[in-house]
């Protein structure tokens, strides 16, 4: 039981390349997220998913794309990287059921830690 | 809209002493609450959380803390600090709304003295 996995640990880009950071979960559970973690704030939510082929606009979703073709995978694209966007980013997941989220624990992956230059 | 506070950014005790780390939040709701850890380079994990039952709340590493409706506190404590302790602390309250399913605190770094 790997748990939440990400790759790329680590990345460089230049202004104006595109990436996209891969997340992965094996505890078959149906939420997902991804978050933005800068220098001395907390993280903040980008996007999410409450199930295969459902996602949702979180609290800074500009320059940023997801799909959720599958429960395991939910990929993060970047299109046009820019300065801004260098941060460390977490991806996670939590089982959500009928009438309780907000009470769900969430799982964290070990972080991608992205540079635009 | 719910918010959270951590009031200190940095808190350093010694070894074996109690450790202190102080959160208030703001919410329209009641609300849950959770403490993450997260040591360097790792991601988050949850220590504890409460969801409205018992307002002690006991975690792991023989973490707990107490939720105070009236103070609009949820402090986390430990009786006596190990070095393993040192990481970062966020306290976490419940979004309740559509895009924000959790809201972070900005974080508390605690050091640990020998």
């Known amino acids: 039981n790997a748990g939440v996995t990400q790759t790329p640990k680590f990345r460089i880009l230049k202004i104006g390349q595109s990436m996209t950071l891969q997340c992965a979960q094996d505890m078959n559970h149906n939420y997902m997220y991804w978050y933005r973690q800068d220098p001395g704030m907390g993280l903040k939510l980008i996007y999410y998913s409450v199930g295969a082929g459902i996602t949702d606009k979180g609290e800074v979703p500009n320059g940023y794309n997801v799909s959720r073709s599958t429960t395991e995978d939910f990929p993060l694209r970047l299109e046009l990287a820019a300065p801004s966007q260098t941060s460390v980013y977490f991806c996670?997941?939590?089982?959500?059921?009928?009438?309780?989220?907000?009470?769900?624990?969430?799982?964290f992956g070990p972080g991608t830690r992205l540079t635009v230059l | 809209a719910q918010s959270v506070t951590q009031l200190d950014s940095h808190v350093s005790v010694s070894e074996g002493t109690p450790v202190l780390l102080r959160c208030n939040y703001s919410?329209?709701?009641?609300?849950?609450l959770f403490w993450y850890v997260q040591h360097p380079n790792k991601g988050l994990q949850l220590l504890l959380k409460?969801?409205?039952?018992?307002?002690l709340v006991k975690g792991i590493n023989g973490f707990e803390a107490e939720f105070k409706k009236s103070e609009t506190s949820f402090h986390l404590t430990k009786p006596s600090a190990h070095m393993s302790d040192a990481a970062e602390y966020f306290c976490?309250?419940?979004?309740?709304?559509?895009?924000?399913?959790?809201?972070f605190g900005k974080g508390t770094r605690l050091s640990v003295i020998a």
């Open positions: 996670a997941s939590s089982y959500v059921t009928g009438g309780q989220l907000g009470t769900d624990t969430q799982y």
């Open positions: 919410s329209s709701y009641s609300p849950s």
């Open positions: 976490v309250v419940t979004g309740h709304s559509g895009n924000t399913p959790l809201v």
């Open positions: 409460y969801t409205s039952a018992a307002t």
